[in-house]
């Protein structure tokens, strides 16, 4: 099913991005054309303010009578529907969300299709997950896989959209969940490469090689792009509070944010639509300061207004113009500095729409991968990592959640960080399992082990002199047959047929074999034609493995000293 995601997922896209240029161009520009041209006050004057609040409009109306979903900027939707829906998106959202996000951008909304056509791609995914039985987590699988397609069609960055995918969508690196994954974006690149779009989408002017002066570039413009994602989340969040005391119902909200970003774009005409073409002019470093500092300025108010009313529209393209105009700004300012007078702009730019990205994102990996295939500039890869690593730590110290996660860590969902190993998965059982648990031999009495049963004991493997299990007594058989006064043994009261454990085993394994048949203790044997005791695994030992690990991240080793 991965490959027809990802072609459905690609056609979708790249219609999308088509749908986008017509709209715009005949709002801006009368004309009915597919052509990528940025929007314009040229043909209609000053009246072209109001067209972003028609826009505005029409999504408030769909929105308020139809379907609330299509708000919001695409990821933390598909985030949603993976950890709260069991990665189901309803056909209507599917639907509408590309179509909202269609008109919003059309019509001059300050965002990238991106965000939204992961989304819609993750709903093609999942709706095709639905309609075909599949499992919940084949079901997010197919999601995750529509997502990555979503991305490689914008961008052509495939490897990129599997790293997103894993890291907001999966959560996990499993096999079986990255090959369909990588399968979809694969076949979204190839469509895309057969459609003939831009490959790369930006590209990069042949850079320096990488020497201390643009490490430690690097590094600043991480740091300050951290510390700005965190602050446009937060200016973000302090808008959408802001829109809620406004004596208007939530209907009139993205007009009121459309007509803010039309009267922006009338002062900087860049800052309306995607501005993929301001990307592409930062990265070659030929605009001056005083147009990259209102860029950032304007943009970063456009962007936020209109999101924070409730529109539909993707984040990824305007906060990385604004995190590229920041940095773009730091790199000149660097050039007064004795030895950062080299520092390229253009790397600048490249590692702050990466880092400002990354901080806000979390999603560290994807963001470097971004902008190195994004720009085909292999050179840069060092000061990507330099930069988004320093701009995700930053971005933590600054902020608990990040713009992805916040709204549902609110509705107090938390959504997994970590990508370590499963103790369990990689803990055998013969690590914490009871060598030496209580053993009884099959001719005992039963009213020998009354003892035993206060002492908390619940199961009694039956052992020959050798060591073989006969097979096993538990405390409640025990207590039923003493109550009903039988002077059996234990031999004729066993389990003969007990469910074991082997001591190679993992830990994952014996839990499983424990919730599957409902019992919390597992007998230890020895592979072979003889089932030989070496032990007992009960649900406290399971645990005490993973408390093995806390105290490993925990605990502080003594340090070496010289002799």
């Known amino acids: 099913m991965a490959i027809p995601v990802g072609l459905a997922v690609a056609v979708a896209g790249i219609g999308l991005l088509q749908l986008i240029h017509l709209i715009s161009n005949l709002s801006f520009r009368g004309e009915f054309s597919l052509h990528e041209m940025p929007p314009t006050f040229a ?92 499992s919940h987590a084949e079901r997010k699988v197919l999601l995750a896989a529509g997502a990555a397609a979503g991305m490689t069609a914008v961008f052509g960055t495939p490897f990129a959209g599997v790293l997103l995918a894993v890291e907001l969508l999966l959560f996990e690196f499993r096999s079986r969940s ?24 930006l590209p990069l002017p042949a850079p320096e090689a990488p020497g201390p002066v643009i490490a430690a570039g690097s590094i600043l413009v991480g740091t300050v792009c951290g510390a700005l994602g965190a602050g446009m989340t937060v200016a973000l969040h302090g808008i959408e509070h802001l829109y809620e005391r406004l004596p208007f119902p939530r209907l009139w909200w993205p007009a009121i944010g459309g007509f803010l970003v039309g009267v922006i774009g009338w002062i900087d005409p860049r800052t309306l639509g995607a501005g993929y073409f301001n990307l592409r002019d930062l990265l070659d470093g030929n605009m001056v300061v005083s147009a990259i500092l209102t860029l950032a300025i304007l943009k970063f108010l456009s962007w936020s207004l209109y999101l924070g009313s409730g529109t539909a529209g993707g984040t990824l393209a305007p906060v990385m113009t604004v995190g590229g105009a920041t940095a773009a700004l730091l790199a000149h300012a660097l050039a007064n500095i004795p030895g950062f007078e080299h520092f390229p702009v253009s790397i600048a730019v490249l590692i702050g729409m990466a880092a400002v990205f990354a901080g806000m994102s979390r999603a560290f990996l994807a963001s470097v991968a971004f902008a190195f295939e994004a720009t085909h500039s292999t050179s840069t890869f060092g000061p990507l ?18 713009i992805m996660t916040e ?26 399992m009871n060598r030496d648990p209580r053993t009884i031999p099959p001719d005992l009495p039963l009213v020998r082990l009354l003892d035993d049963i206060h002492q908390q004991v619940r199961l009694f493997p039956v052992v020959a002199e050798d060591r073989t299990l006969l097979g096993v007594v538990s ?41 599957i048949h409902g019992v919390g203790r597992l ?7 003889q089932p030989t005791l070496v032990g007992l695994i009960s649900r406290k030992e399971i645990l005490s493995a993973r408390r093995q690990r806390m105290a490993e991240e925990l605990d502080s080793e003594t340090p070496l000293h010289p002799a």
């Open 178 to 201: 990255l090959l369909p994954v990588a399968m979809a974006a694969g076949t979204a690149m190839a469509v895309r490469g057969l459609l003939d779009q831009p490959f790369p989408m």
């Open 475 to 515: 405390r409640a058989d025990l207590l039923e047959a003493v109550c009903a006064g039988e002077g059996a043994s234990a031999g004729d009261l066993a389990n003969l047929r007990p469910f074991t454990a082997h001591p190679d085993e993992s830990l994952a394994a014996a839990a499983d074999r424990m919730l």
């Open 43 to 134: 043909r209609f004057g000053w009246l072209a303010i109001l067209v972003p609040a028609g826009g505005g409009l029409v999504i408030g109306l769909i929105a308020r009578f139809v379907s609330p979903e299509i708000r919001g900027h695409g990821i933390p939707e598909a985030m949603q529907g993976v950890v709260m829906n069991r990665s189901r998106i309803p056909l209507k959202v599917a639907i509408l969300k590309p179509l909202a996000t269609a008109l919003c951008i059309g019509t001059g909304g300050p965002f990238g299709a991106e965000g939204p056509i992961i989304a819609t791609g993750g709903g093609i995914g999942s709706l095709a997950g639905q309609w075909i039985p599949h």
């Open 523 to 529: 007998p230890v044997v020895l592979r072979g034609p």
């Open 407 to 432: 709204k549902m860590a609110r509705q107090g969902v938390r959504v997994p960080e970590d990508y370590e190993p499963d103790v369990l998965a990689t803990t055998a059982v013969e690590a914490v």
């Open 385 to 402: 990592l330099l930069g988004c690593a320093f701009a995700v730590l930053v971005s933590r110290l600054l902020m608990k959640e990040s």
